[in-house]
């Protein structure tokens, strides 16, 4: 497994440093604000900065000799009770899908917020609304107000 973390964060860190590549290629602005060389090349950053830490958790692991039991948990781990959080997750990126055009961007991601956080993630009550409250702030003072993307408030409206 340890090897298979390894390759994996090289082939991450790979990944990353190409798109960053190609991304110097398109226009990193334009005259309305960000231009399309933009956003890859801060994914591109990202992945790299991410597989950094993918890559020190492999090599980490590789020095201590732990057991099994101080793996963590699979991805997709579906043991007795385990389905549940799942169909939640499931059934509230539907709901979303379906209120985005009702509700508005804002209010449908602190409602799918509330859902994961507190069901899914089982996270204490006060974690779940500062989250639910501080998502949507920190996406719209982001896209709306810093690179000034518009987006649906709510019925009928798009700002």
């Known amino acids: 497994m340890r090897v298979a973390d390894t390759v994996a964060a090289l082939c991450v860190t790979l990944t990353g440093v190409i798109t960053i590549a190609l991304s110097r ?27 950094f830490f993918l890559l020190w958790n492999a090599l980490k692991s590789a020095r201590s000799a732990g057991s099994d039991a101080d793996q963590p948990a699979p991805f997709l781990d579906f043991q007795p009770g385990a389905l549940g959080p799942w169909l939640v997750f499931f059934i509230s990126t539907v709901a979303v899908s379906v209120l985005f055009d009702h509700l508005g961007f804002f209010l449908s991601i602190a409602l799918f917020m509330f859902v994961t956080m507190r069901w899914v993630a089982k996270q204490s009550w006060l974690a779940t609304i ?17 690179l000034m993307v518009p987006f649906p408030l709510g019925p009928g409206t798009l700002f």
């Open 25 to 51: 290629q398109l226009p990193y602005n334009a005259k309305f604000g960000p231009g399309a060389g933009f956003l890859p090349f801060w994914l591109g950053v990202t992945l790299v900065i991410l597989s």
């Open 130 to 146: 500062a989250l639910t409250i501080a998502t949507p702030i920190l996406l719209y003072i982001g896209f709306v107000r810093f």
